[in-house]
């Protein structure tokens, strides 16, 4: 073998990128199946959402009352930068279950596909791909039975952390934008969300070539968007964490809708002492109860 192929020609936070063409990632997450789980009675569940892309989601269901009953429907999208980790991961079936049991939900967390061997903004096609699969249900002859019987599309949340956060806000607008009515999305969660700055992140233009930066990306920037008014969503709670690197970008996202001529409401809720996205690599934090608490307060006192 050629040992010049080991050379690595590029060195980010998230991966590194070999002279050959291949990708090692600094991290992996550990997997999880689905299933019923024994201490809260949550039922999870594997879905293909798109057989031409493989896509995949994860239906989480809550012991319900009765087969008619029909609860707020919640999707989430996982974070990672977009490169990191998928949605069958174990921090968040164990975030989403936990969410669940709290506030009484149907919550699906939607895949898409990696970069950098899939190039953004693939990540946000495959989520809005995602959320047209999802919508399909909205009359009760989709393809999944769980969310024909169980899903309340009259209440439905958006959520999503860091990169999650950043496809959440995309599919929020699309939705405007596209003038879907199937979905009427009532709130989003926006915790710890990734949005550029204006130094140049160059592990984000090598995931996504054809961005033009922070001056003309909207993905990067949502105060550049002719669209942002048109987002779809009542309410937006917007989380940042006291000692993450990212929260400054939080700041400005909450400042930016409340700038915007968006119409609805955001609110803002910081955590004290805590770094980017502590619920899920520290889940045994005393600050973990207190932020889904905030989380729970915001889906139920949601009409």
């Given at each position: 073998m050629d040992?010049?192929?080991?050379?690595?020609?590029?060195d980010f936070p998230f991966f590194k990128v070999y002279k050959d063409g291949a990708i090692e990632r600094?991290?992996?997450?550990?997997?999880a199946l689905p299933g019923l789980d024994p201490d809260t009675g949550v039922q999870s569940k594997d879905v293909v959402v798109s057989p031409e892309t493989g896509v995949k989601a994860r239906i989480f269901v809550p012991k319900i009352d009765g087969p008619h009953q029909r609860?707020?429907?919640?999707?989430?999208?996982?974070?990672?930068?977009?490169?990191l980790g998928s949605a069958l991961d174990m921090p968040f079936k164990?975030?989403?279950?936990s969410l669940v049991v709290k506030a009484n939900i149907v919550a699906i967390t939607i895949d898409y596909r990696?970069?950098?061997?899939?190039?953004?903004?693939?990540?946000?096609e495959d989520s809005w791909a995602g959320l047209e699969w999802v919508a399909s249900h909205s009359y009760g002859q989709g393809p999944e039975p769980l969310l024909n019987r169980h899903a309340d599309f009259g209440r439905v949340f958006l959520a999503g952390e860091s990169a999650g956060a950043n496809i959440a806000h995309y599919v929020a607008v699309q939705v405007g934008a596209k003038y879907m009515c199937s979905l009427n999305i009532v709130g989003t969660l926006m915790?710890?969300?990734?949005?550029?700055?204006?130094?140049?992140d160059e592990m984000y233009a090598y995931m996504c070539p054809t961005s033009a930066g922070f001056e003309k990306d909207p993905i990067l920037n949502p105060a550049l968007d002719p669209n942002l008014k048109m987002m779809r969503s009542d309410r937006v709670l917007v989380c940042v964490a006291e000692k993450d690197g990212l929260r400054n970008r939080g700041v400005y996202y909450y400042e930016t809708l409340k700038k915007s001529e968006w119409h609805g409401k955001v609110e803002f809720y910081q955590t004290l002492?805590?770094?980017h996205c502590f619920h899920m690599f520290n889940p045994k934090s005393k600050n973990v109860g207190p932020f889904l608490q905030k989380l729970v307060n915001f889906i139920k006192s949601t009409k």
């Amino acid at each position: 073998m050629d040992s010049s192929n080991n050379e690595v020609i590029h060195d980010f936070p998230f991966f590194k990128v070999y002279k050959d063409g291949a990708i090692e990632r600094c991290t992996t997450m550990e997997p999880a199946l689905p299933g019923l789980d024994p201490d809260t009675g949550v039922q999870s569940k594997d879905v293909v959402v798109s057989p031409e892309t493989g896509v995949k989601a994860r239906i989480f269901v809550p012991k319900i009352d009765g087969p008619h009953q029909r609860l707020p429907l919640l999707i989430h999208y996982h974070g990672g930068g977009f490169c990191l980790g998928s949605a069958l991961d174990m921090p968040f079936k164990r975030f989403l279950t936990s969410l669940v049991v709290k506030a009484n939900i149907v919550a699906i967390t939607i895949d898409y596909r990696l970069a950098p061997e899939h190039h953004l903004p693939i990540a946000h096609e495959d989520s809005w791909a995602g959320l047209e699969w999802v919508a399909s249900h909205s009359y009760g002859q989709g393809p999944e039975p769980l969310l024909n019987r169980h899903a309340d599309f009259g209440r439905v949340f958006l959520a999503g952390e860091s990169a999650g956060a950043n496809i959440a806000h995309y599919v929020a607008v699309q939705v405007g934008a596209k003038y879907m009515c199937s979905l009427n999305i009532v709130g989003t969660l926006m915790v710890h969300p990734f949005f550029g700055e204006q130094k140049l992140d160059e592990m984000y233009a090598y995931m996504c070539p054809t961005s033009a930066g922070f001056e003309k990306d909207p993905i990067l920037n949502p105060a550049l968007d002719p669209n942002l008014k048109m987002m779809r969503s009542d309410r937006v709670l917007v989380c940042v964490a006291e000692k993450d690197g990212l929260r400054n970008r939080g700041v400005y996202y909450y400042e930016t809708l409340k700038k915007s001529e968006w119409h609805g409401k955001v609110e803002f809720y910081q955590t004290l002492g805590e770094d980017h996205c502590f619920h899920m690599f520290n889940p045994k934090s005393k600050n973990v109860g207190p932020f889904l608490q905030k989380l729970v307060n915001f889906i139920k006192s949601t009409k």
